[in-house]
């Protein structure tokens, strides 16, 4: 064994585990001294929605192209072009794809193979069985549409949200790094992530507008899409405090209060949960037994991941999962670093819980997935990259990796 594999996975894990205490701990002072983001709009004027939703939808169309044409080569490469350009959803739909378009199918079920799906929240499930059921078309279809459509509205959101914090320039770089992130691929298949994304950009802008209700109910949704949607609590508790004039212990408390509804998305996946297998908890045991995750710590994963990154027997999955992840982990905090004093107070909030909680968990394998949901990376990034060259070089180079990434998970199936 050599020095680098003995010390580096250590090392690595004693980084990141110091820089991300020191920067929960400012970032704490900054959300409770409710300070006000430093950065300023560049520009008063933005566009209006038509307009935006125009814009996203190129930003669509081109970052959806580059991932497809890298599906291509990725097929081609692996001599499966013909059926590639014949049936390219077969070489999309892979991984938990196929469970969630099982359950748009069938729904949940407390027997065989599928009774381990229960761990897969409902909202988005729920959405393509609803629209199965509708239009007769299907499942693989509906759950192809309502991820699309989500990923869509995903984009307007984030031009509005970052327009409405840091100015519309921002706006638009925000919402171009989110259409060209190379792993937003799973924002277009069969997968919860374009729903949650969007539940939670909508109750983050309905409350960074005054509009606590709407916020607290997207909250809800964005709860039963995933587990750390509870995570919009943060932001939307920040805003209560943020626009009220009143800063007593009163006030504290009651705005605690107002957010616990988010809670209710949660509350209702553990009664299917007890509805479907009699126990609200079960996902847990499955969690555990089936895919062998129970919560852990950053320290521990930062730690299995690096050695895996350096020692795994499979060579495609150290370029496709574990090399990915230890290299998301390091540059979200070394984003959250690079903003520390222009960043929104409530989305870095978010930002820390929702990273914790997302890369915490044993034997991850998703991590740059569940990283490219974080919606306060893109906002940061766009207040970071002020300048157009900056900014330019970071769109091309996410235009390249969404080559390279569609042609590794449609080619080879080595991203999780």
């Known amino acids: 064994m050599s020095l ?22 400012w970032y704490l002072y900054r959300y409770f001294s409710t300070a006000r983001v430093s950065a300023r709009p560049e520009s008063r004027k933005g566009l209006s929605v038509w307009q935006a939703f125009l814009w996203v939808l190129a930003a669509f169309v081109v970052s959806r192209l580059l991932l497809w044409l890298g599906g291509l080569a990725g097929a081609w490469l692996n001599d499966s072009a013909s059926a590639y350009l014949a049936r390219p959803s077969v070489f999309w739909t892979r991984w938990d794809a196929n469970h969630y378009v099982g359950l748009i199918r069938n729904w949940y079920v407390n027997t065989g193979d599928p009774r381990f799906h229960i761990v897969f929240f409902p909202l988005y499930p729920l959405l393509g069985r609803g629209l199965y059921l509708a239009t007769g078309l299907e499942p693989e279809i509906c759950a192809y549409l309502i ?12 031009y509005l949200l970052a327009a409405d914090t840091y100015g519309p320039g921002a706006g638009m770089r925000a919402m171009w790094l989110l259409m060209l992130s190379p792993l937003t691929l799973f924002c277009s298949l069969p997968y919860t992530e374009s729903v949650f994304l969007l539940s939670t950009l909508a109750a983050v802008y309905a409350a960074r507008r005054g509009k606590f209700f709407w916020a607290v109910c997207f909250g809800a949704l964005s709860a039963n899409a995933r587990m750390c ?38 509350l209702a996946y553990l009664g299917l949960n007890w509805q479907v297998t009699g126990d609200p908890f079960r996902f847990l045991t499955y969690q555990s037994e089936h895919w062998s995750q129970n919560f852990g710590s950053l320290w521990n994963t930062v730690e299995y991941t690096a050695r895996n990154a350096l020692e795994f027997h499979l060579f495609s999955y150290r370029i496709g999962v574990w090399i990915p992840q230890l290299i998301a982990i390091f540059l979200t905090l070394a984003l959250f670093w690079a903003v520390w ?48 060259a900056a900014f330019a070089l970071l769109a091309i180079a996410f235009g390249l990796l969404c080559l390279v990434s569609g ?10």
């Open 407 to 416: 042609g590794m998970f449609a080619g080879y199936g080595c991203i999780l």
């Open 4 to 25: 680098l594999q003995k010390f580096f996975p250590t090392v690595a894990a004693v980084a990141a585990t110091v820089a991300f205490v020191l920067a929960l701990g």
């Open 147 to 158: 991820s699309n459509a989500a990923f869509l509205g995903c984009g307007l959101l984030m």
């Open 229 to 266: 949607g509870m995570a919009t609590a943060v932001p939307i508790f920040y805003e209560l405090l943020r626009q009220s004039p009143r800063k007593d212990v009163k006030h504290f408390l009651f705005s605690a209060l107002k957010v616990l509804p988010v809670s209710l998305g949660l």
């Open 341 to 388: 004093r222009r960043a929104y107070p409530g989305d870095m909030g978010y930002g820390l819980i929702y990273f914790y909680v997302s890369v915490a968990p044993t034997w991850l394998l998703s991590g740059p997935r569940y990283l490219t949901a974080l919606y306060a990376v893109y906002p940061a990034l766009a207040v970071l990259l002020r300048k157009k």
